[in-house]
C-alpha cells in the first residue's frame, strides 16, 4: 500500500496515532474509537436531541457538531465520527425519507419497478451547506483529533430504498439486481453519485479519514457483490480519491467479502465481531490495516470477561500490519457509557 500524498486540507497527515494506523504505522498509542459512539447511550445526547427529529438534528450544524463532540469530551476517543446518518444525501436530493425511532430509515415510495427508478433519478444531488458548516464547526473545536466523515454505501442505501424501509434479507432488492440488471445499474450509479458528494462535502470541509458503511452488504454471496455492488462503490468512492486521506471499508456479516472489499480500493478494512482479526488478516494477505471488532454484546458483560474479550481482540490485531480498536458493529443504546470510557483506558494502556 502507498501512502497518498496529503490532499489539499490535510496540512499533516500523521500527527494523530488514528491516521498514523490508518496509513499502515503503529503508533506508540493503541487508537480506539467506537462505531455510533455519538448517540443513544449518552445522556446528553439525549437531552440534546429533546424534541428535535433524528434526520432535522443532523442538517441543524450548531447540534450536529455538538454531538459529534460529546463521546470525544467523555471517553477521550482517538476519533470523532461526524454525526448524521448514511440516508441524509437522500433527504438533501429531496427523497421523501424519515427515521423512524427504533425501526430506521423508511422511504415513503418504495423503488420497486425501472419507471421508479427513472423517477428517482430525476433528483439532483441536494445543497450541502448545512454538512459543510457542521463539519467545520467541529473541526474548529476539536483541536488534533481527527474527524472521521462517512457515507452509506450504494448496496446498503439501495437496500433501503428497494425495500422501503429495514429488511432482514433484502429480498426485493437481490431480486431486482438479477430481474432488471438495467435497472438496477441505473439505481446504483445514481445512489454512488448522491453518497459520493455527500463523503466529498465532508472532506472538503475538514473531516481526515472517509469510512464508507456496507452494513448489509452481508447479505449477498461473493459473486452478487463482485458483480452488482463493488463497482459501485467504487464510483462513490472516486468522488474522493484525489483527496488524500484514507479510506475504511466496514460491513457486517462480511466475512467472505473481505478481499473484494478491500480491492474497491480503499486503505482499511473494517472487520465486524464475527471473524478474529487474525484470521481476517490473513485472508486480507497481512498487508491491510484493520479496524475493529470487539463484540458489542461484551459491553453488557462483567468486567472481566469484557477485559478478556478486549485483550484478545488486541492480541489478534496484533497480525495486522496496523490496528485501529473499535467494536464489531454499533454501540447498543442500553450501554452503560461508563464501560466504554474504561474500555478506551484499557487500550490507551496495553
Ligand atoms: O456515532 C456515530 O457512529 C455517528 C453517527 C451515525 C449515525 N448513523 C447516527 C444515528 C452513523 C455513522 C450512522 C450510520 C448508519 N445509519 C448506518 C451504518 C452503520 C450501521 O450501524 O450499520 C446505517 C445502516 C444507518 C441507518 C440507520 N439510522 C439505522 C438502522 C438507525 C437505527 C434506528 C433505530 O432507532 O434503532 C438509524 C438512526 C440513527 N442514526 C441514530 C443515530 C444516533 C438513532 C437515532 C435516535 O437517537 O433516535
Redesign the pocket.
Known sequence: MTNPAPGPNVPEITTSPLLEAYFGRRPERLPVW???????SLPE??AA?EGVA?LDS?LRPELAAE??LQ?VRRHGVDAA???????VPLKLAGVDVE???????VVAEPVRTRADVDRLVEHRPGDHAAITEAVRLTVAELGPTPLIG?A?APF?LAA?LVEGR?SRDHLAARTMMHADPEAWRHLMRWTADITGAFLRAQVLAGARAA?L?D??AGALSLNDYATHAAPFSARALSKVRDLGVPVIH?G?GTSELLVAMRDVGVDVIGVDYRLPLDEASRRLGGTTPLQGNIDPALLAAPWEVLEAHVRAVVQAGRAAPAHVVNLG???P?TTDPAVLTRVVELVHSL
Do not use: E, K, L, N
Open positions: 467506537f462505531m455510533r459512539q455519538a448517540g443513544r445526547y439525549r436531541r433524528m443532523c454531538i459529534t463521546p465520527i461526524f454525526f448524521s446518518d448514511i440516508v427515521i423512524v425511532p427504533g425501526v430506521g430509515p462517512f452509506g446498503t433501503y429495514p469510512q458503511f452494513s448489509w466496514f457486517t458493529h454499533g454501540v443504546p
